[in-house]
C-alpha cells in the first residue's frame, strides 16, 4: 500500500502497485485497469498523480489507452532465445500458442541481385519467394519474407500450403534440408504503411526488423528471410559469456 511520509513520490508508489499487480496477475492481460479516478478515489491523491503513474506504465509498455475506452494491460512480449535456430512454428507451439500464416504472395522468381549476392546464385537464378503475414492465436505477429534456391525445393508450392504448414519442417522431412546455422541481424525501425495496415499497429510501435540467412551443413547458404516482427509483442534474449 501507500505511504504518505515515505521519500519515495506518491505516483512512483502508486505506479510499483500497479506494476505489482500486472506481474501477479490481479490485473490480467488485456483486462481494463480501474480508472483514475477510482484509482484517486482508493488512494486518497490527485487525478494528476495517478496520470503521472499511468502515463510512466504507458511508456515503459506494460499498459495501452484505448481512447473511450480506459487503460488495459498489455500482454507480456514473446521472448525468444538467441541460441537455437528456430521456426516460428516451432516457437509458438512451444510456448502453448498457435501458429499460422496469411499467404500474400507465393512464386518462382528470378532472383533479384541483392538476394543472388547471399545465396551466392547467379543474379537470375531461380528462388522460391513465399510472403506471409505470421499470426499467433490469431493475432498477426510479422511480415514475412522468405527466398529459398528453388533447386533444392523443387515444387514445394504447388505440393504444400504455408497457411498452415511449416516450411523448415517441409524443407528437413521432404526435402531433406539439414540446417545447421544462420546468421541473423537484428534492428530497430519505423513500420512502413504496409506494415501498420497488415500487422494493426500505429505509428508508435517499433518493429524490429531481421534477416536471416541459413546454412547448410555444406556451410552453404540456402534460405534468406527479411522478417518485420511487432517491437511490442517480442524480445529476444542471450546468454553472455565472459571474454575474461
Ligand atoms: C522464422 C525465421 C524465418 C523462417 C521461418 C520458418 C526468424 C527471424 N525467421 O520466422 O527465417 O523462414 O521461421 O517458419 O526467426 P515456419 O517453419 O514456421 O514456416
Avoid: W
Avoid at 486518497?44 to 484505448?66: F, N
Avoid at 538476394?115 to 490469431?138: H, Q
Avoid at 515444387?155 to 516450411?167: A, R, T
Amino acid at each position: 500500500m501507500i505511504t504518505r511520509d515515505s521519500a519515495v513520490p506518491l505516483y512512483i508508489q502508486i505506479k510499483e502497485y500497479i506494476r505489482q499487480n500486472i506481474v501477479s496477475g490481479v490485473y490480467s492481460e488485456n483486462t481494463r485497469i480501474p480508472s483514475e479516478r477510482q484509482l484517486s478515489d482508493q488512494f486518497e491523491v490527485s487525478r494528476l498523480t495517478v496520470t503521472k503513474a499511468i502515463t510512466e506504465l504507458v511508456q515503459e509498455g506494460l499498459l495501452h489507452t484505448r481512447v473511450g475506452k480506459g487503460t488495459f494491460v498489455t500482454p507480456g512480449k514473446i521472448n525468444q532465445e538467441l541460441r537455437t535456430l528456430t521456426s516460428f512454428t516451432e516457437e509458438m507451439l512451444r510456448r502453448g500458442q498457435s501458429a499460422a500464416s496469411r499467404v500474400l504472395y507465393a512464386s518462382v522468381d528470378p532472383a533479384e541481385e541483392e538476394i543472388a549476392r547471399a545465396l551466392s546464385l547467379v543474379p537470375g537464378a531461380k528462388v522460391m519467394v513465399l510472403k506471409r503475414l505470421r499470426l499467433s492465436d490469431e493475432q498477426a505477429i510479422a511480415l514475412e519474407i522468405t527466398h529459398i534456391i528453388d533447386a533444392l525445393c523443387p515444387n514445394i508450392l504447388v505440393n504444400h500450403d504455408f497457411s498452415c504448414e511449416s516450411l523448415y519442417r517441409v524443407l528437413r522431412d521432404e526435402y531433406g534440408l539439414h540446417m545447421t546455422h544462420a546468421q541473423q541481424t537484428i534492428e530497430a525501425r519505423r513500420a512502413t504503411a504496409t506494415e501498420l495496415e497488415l500487422l494493426k499497429i500505429d505509428s508508435h510501435t517499433p518493429i524490429l526488423s531481421m534477416t536471416r540467412i541459413t546454412f547448410n551443413e555444406q556451410d552453404a547458404p540456402f534460405e534468406y528471410t527479411r522478417s518485420a516482427y511487432r517491437g511490442d509483442r517480442y524480445k529476444f534474449n542471450a546468454v553472455l559469456h565472459s571474454v575474461g
